[in-house]
């Protein structure tokens, strides 16, 4: 890292390293998709779109790419379950066990008001994909103490503006309009049955 990006790095001193040095509560993760990293065999391209985690792949020395046949948000991202799972237990693994709240998780879809509700089986599916290998993770000893949902209510996503749906209620951006989702209505059964 400090070959890479040292200009860019804080400077520690001794008392501050000791200070932060074992003082971490939890390891709070976002985890929305899932990519392979190779090794580059020459200069890394740089990213063209607005969207991409520009300069994230460059200061890794690392060639990101997915598989064709993962199916896409309307972010364009990969839905790989697995891949949380993997995750989670490199994470477990590699720092000693640590409490892990997964903090974000979730996706775009295009979602259309359409009466008096918004049916996104899609969002069902990846929410019920991603938990089950949650639990899967909790099951080989992983310690993920919680999980969020992104996002309560659609809302303004970055560069993509309110193009973007996430949340498990719709919000009619015209007028403040709320209508809960499938996907609202399913969550709500799995948290009062405390599972899947």
Same mark, same amino acid.
């Not at 003082?23 to 391209?45: C, K, R, W």
């Given at each position: 890292?400090?070959?890479?990006?040292?200009?860019? *790095?804080?400077?520690?001193?001794?008392?501050?390293? @000791? =200070?932060?040095? &074992?003082?971490?509560?939890?390891? !709070? *993760?976002?985890?929305?998709?899932?990519?392979? @990293?190779? %090794?580059?065999? &020459?200069?890394?391209?740089?990213?063209e779109d607005v969207e991409s985690n $520009?300069? =994230? $792949? %460059?200061?890794? !020395?690392?060639i990101l790419s997915t598989d064709d046949n993962w199916p896409k948000t309307e972010m364009g991202w990969s839905i790989v379950p697995w891949g949380c799972r993997k995750l989670l237990e490199w994470i477990d693994a590699r720092y000693d066990r640590p409490e892990i709240w997964l903090t974000e998780n979730g996706c775009a879809m295009k979602d259309e008001w359409t009466g008096d509700t918004v049916d996104d089986a899609g969002r069902v599916d990846f929410l019920k994909q991603y938990l089950v290998e949650c639990h899967a993770a909790l099951q080989k000893g992983v310690r993920l103490?919680?999980?969020?949902?992104?996002?309560? =209510?659609?809302?303004?996503?970055?560069?993509?503006?309110?193009?973007?749906?996430? !949340? =498990?209620?719709?919000?009619d951006f015209p007028t403040g309009r709320r209508v809960p989702k499938t996907s609202a209505q399913w969550y709500r059964n799995v948290i009062r049955q405390n599972g899947l």
């Open positions: 890292m400090k070959a890479r990006v040292g200009g860019r *790095l804080p400077r520690f001193t001794p008392e501050d390293r @000791a =200070l932060i040095q &074992g003082s971490v509560d939890y390891f !709070g *993760l976002n985890h929305y998709t899932t990519m392979y @990293a190779s %090794e580059p065999q &020459g200069q890394i391209p740089l990213p $520009s300069g =994230l $792949s %460059e200061d890794h !020395g690392v103490k919680g999980y969020f949902v992104w996002s309560f =209510l659609d809302n303004f996503e970055w560069c993509s503006g309110y193009s973007k749906r996430f !949340g =498990l209620y719709y919000v």
